[in-house]
């Protein structure tokens, strides 16, 4: 039950249907009913529409004139086009944690992996690209760029949302985790930047695929 009684409703209610997407409660495409959320969330629909207008401008939701809001679905060209902007600036935050790194970080880096280890079998795609978004965002979070944060938290959580899952095999995606997770905790920035690269670079390529053949 997402119940909503701060002050700062319309930043407490963005919050809450953020997550709601991330965890595929609001799925996409999804029209968002306003009746139905104001209702569940507690509150008016000022402030739901004050949310809408913010998730809007993080490419969160679509609204579209007569017809409502909805989650955001990508296209094709969409979908590359924000993996051409992860690989631009994801790099930078490996290369920034790397720099600025601290024993407590890399050690919740660290657990986020073996998370991820734990859960490859049984084998939940979903539960996976979760935990995917953590090891991501752990790394932007190091970085101590909070604006780029912002940015990519929210680039990653509609792509998760329009994905099924991984692009990769998950042991692929561990293994060029480990390498990005041993660049940052031996503070090597440039390699950190290369391999986080690689990395997403390779995701591009496999999203273009998935897609031509779907």
Avoid: C, W
Avoid at 60 to 88: C, H, Q, S, T, W
């Amino acid at each position: 039950m997402y119940k909503v009684k701060h002050i700062d409703l319309s930043e407490k209610v963005y919050s809450t249907l953020k997550n709601m997407i991330l965890n595929d409660e609001l799925k996409s495409g999804e029209k968002l009913n306003q009746e139905k959320l104001a209702q569940k969330l507690g509150v008016s629909r000022t402030p739901l529409l004050s949310a809408f207008s913010k998730l809007e401008k993080e490419i969160l939701i679509e609204i579209i004139p007569r017809r409502g809001a909805f989650v955001k679905k990508l296209n094709y060209n969409e979908f590359l086009e924000l993996y051409d902007i992860r690989a631009r600036l994801e790099p930078l935050g490996a290369y920034e944690a790397a720099k600025h790194a601290t024993a407590y970080e890399i050690k919740r880096l660290s657990k986020i992996l073996d998370n991820f280890k734990r859960n490859i079998l049984p084998y939940s795609s979903k539960y996976l690209s979760k935990i995917d978004y953590d090891f991501h965002m752990a790394i932007m979070k190091m970085s101590k760029n909070n604006l780029l944060f912002k940015m990519i938290s929210s680039y990653n959580i509609i792509i998760l949302s329009n994905l099924e899952g991984l692009l990769k095999d998950p042991h692929q995606s561990l293994e060029e985790h480990i390498k990005i997770y041993n660049a940052i905790k031996e503070h090597n920035a440039d390699l950190a930047d290369k391999m986080m690269f690689s990395h997403l670079i390779d995701s591009k390529g496999r999203i273009k695929e998935k897609i031509l053949k779907s």
